[in-house]
């Protein structure tokens, strides 16, 4: 088995292969800017191991030494081996709050767009991204006791119609990764409506917070301490929800409104 050993957080993930050109698509792909170490054998948080199967060309895909999900090649396999790692990710975090959303750098400051999955985050981030932003994430905002929200290295997964998308890195776009935390200048709730022009109304921080909460995987009930971790985060940023239309027009207007803020 070829793989590779990360920590994100303090959770241990172990991610392996029986192929060679599998093992390349994880490389690749998963968590792609965390360091790497090798495979041992102690004991992690997760394991995700994907083999070839017999029957076919295709690959099973393990959680945990369990039969979780089946692929028809490498690329189709990512996004798989993506949300199990997530998953124990969210389980395990004791360090940051976790929220749904897209996130993007731009003059010193993050644009935070909460929303949940399917509701068009990556393909707005992607072309945020095109558009001169710092790539953090398309999918979780990892916010610490500051407020400040760190970048989660994992690929965009682009939508060309139903499915779970492809994985592309930031660079493959032309952009920069994030690698330091900073603090949130915006916190934008957008909502999809085809034609629509971007149209942004102030809103109180609270609401900005409610936001967050109403997209955060994780239960306040459980674990009430992100509840401080929002606050600061939205503590010092604007916040504005409205309806946004295609990606590619309402880039510009939420780059120029992040240097306004900054």
Known sequence: MRGFLVT???????????????????????????????????????????????R???????????????????????????????????RGQRDVAVVHGGVVGHAGRVVLLPG??????????AELVRQGATYFSDEYALVDAEGRAHPYPRPLFLRDGPGD????????????VAREPAPVGLVLELRYAPGAALVLRAVPQGEGVLSLLRNTPQALVDEPWILGRLERAVAGAACYAGPRGEAREAAPGILRLAAARA
């Open 56 to 90: 076919s060309s295709g690959f099973e895909i393990l959680v945990d030494g369990a039969v979780a999900h089946a692929s028809p090649d490498p690329i189709a396999a990512i996004p798989a081996v993506q949300r199990a790692l997530e998953d124990a990710i969210v």
């Open 8 to 54: 994100l957080f303090g959770v241990r993930l172990a991610v392996a292969s029986d192929s060679a050109v599998m093992a390349e698509a994880l490389d690749r792909y998963v968590l792609p800017w965390l360091p790497r170490s090798a495979l041992g054998a102690e004991p992690v948080d997760r394991r995700i191991e994907v083999r070839g199967t017999a």
């Open 165 to 176: 998308g492809r994985p592309v890195l930031a660079s493959d776009l032309g952009g920069a």
């Open 116 to 125: 949940s999955t399917g509701a068009g985050k990556s393909t707005l981030v």
